[in-house]
């Protein structure tokens, strides 16, 4: 998988944990996994299936 130098590291975190809450990994691993000190923060993946208008990689070319 390539990642374009535009979109980096944010969006390879991105898609890296969207695909393991796809994939019914825990929350808590993923929130781990990211170093987010607050576990609503790595909730925002869930954005990307349920809300991606809300997501914080909706602009994200793939």
């Given amino acids: 998988m390539a990642v374009c130098a535009s979109n980096g590291v944010p969006a390879l975190r991105a898609t890296v944990a969207t695909n ?3 994939h019914q ?6 929130q781990e ?16 299936k349920t809300r991606p ?10």
């Fill in 25 to 30: 990994v825990d929350i808590g691993k993923v």
């Fill in 20 to 22: 393991a809450l796809d």
């Fill in 53 to 62: 208008e809300e997501s914080p990689t909706f602009k994200v070319s793939y």
């Fill in 33 to 48: 996994w990211l170093g987010h000190a607050n576990i609503a923060t790595a909730r925002i993946y869930y954005h990307r």
